[in-house]
Antibody, heavy 122, light 107 residues
Framework: EVQLLESGGGLVQPGGSLRLSCAASGFTFSNYAMSWVRQAPGKGLEWVSGISGSGGTTYYADSVKGRFTISRDNSKNTLYLQMISLRAEDTAIYYC???????????????WGQGTLVTVSS | EIVMTQSPATLSVSPGERATLSCRASQSVGSNLAWYQQKPGQAPRLLIYGASTRATGIPARFSGSGSGTEFTLTISSLQSEDFAVYYCQQYNNWPPTFGGGTKVEIK
């Protein structure tokens, strides 16, 4: 059974930093691209960042480019999102999501974690 | 980036009735369109990809159609568990983008 478990969310002041983790199980982690998708309170979904299965290629939304860094450790089956210079508008539930297609980045997400809440406020 | 527009924002339907949700892209996305269902307090669930292919385990009452810029998700006979918010998403261009959602509520 595929499982994705996010952690690392919390309350942080504007300008602060946070590192999110997503522990994956139930599939060959290194074979699949992964993404982070966020959802502000009461709002819709926004893709934030993606990474290829090998970790060699990364992608970012313009809204986070230069402030967020996605990475993965395939030996630990874990996805990360390092966030710096956080702003109030980054407040959201952050979901990690698995690409459905093996060996390629399609941005179709067949499994999602339950999310971790990041609140940026003074 | 491609803007996805969903209509209506809210759809009131009685159980057993048919629901038709629309999604429009600001430019052609071919058939690279997915639909997700999200219930309160839960993560989204993939329903449809490739505009019309049901994901694993999705009931046949869910169907998708369309190509280019106009897409439709149809739920043929609404069950109680289908009342939720539905999002379309294009994955033809970077970045992948989602529509604002359609809430399907009980009439």
């Amino acid at each position: 059974e595929v499982q994705l478990l996010e952690s690392g969310g919390g309350l942080v002041q504007p300008g602060g930093s946070l590192r999110l983790s997503c522990a994956a199980s139930g599939f060959t982690f290194s074979n699949y691209a992964m993404s982070w998708v966020r959802q502000a309170p009461g709002k819709g979904l926004e893709w934030v960042s993606g990474i290829s299965g090998s970790g060699g290629t990364t992608y970012y939304a313009d809204s986070v480019k230069g402030r967020f860094t996605i990475s993965r450790d395939n030996s630990k089956n874990t996805l990360y999102l390092q966030m710096i210079s956080l702003r109030a508008e980054d407040t959201a539930i952050y979901y990690c999501a698995k690409d459905w297609y093996v060996g390629a980045t399609t941005n179709v997400f067949d499994y999602w974690g339950q999310g971790t809440l990041v609140t940026v406020s003074s | 980036e491609i803007v996805m527009t969903q209509s209506p924002a809210t759809l009131s339907v009685s159980p057993g009735e048919r629901a038709t949700l629309s999604c429009r892209a600001s430019q052609s996305v071919g058939s690279n369109l997915a639909w997700y269902q999200q219930k309160p307090g839960q993560a989204p669930r993939l329903l449809i990809y490739g505009a019309s292919t049901r994901a694993t385990g999705i009931p046949a009452r869910f169907s998708g159609s369309g190509s280019g810029t106009e897409f439709t998700l149809t739920i043929s006979s609404l069950q109680s568990e289908d009342f939720a918010v539905y999002y379309c998403q294009q994955y033809n261009n970077w970045p992948p983008t989602f529509g604002g959602g359609t809430k399907v509520e009980i009439k």
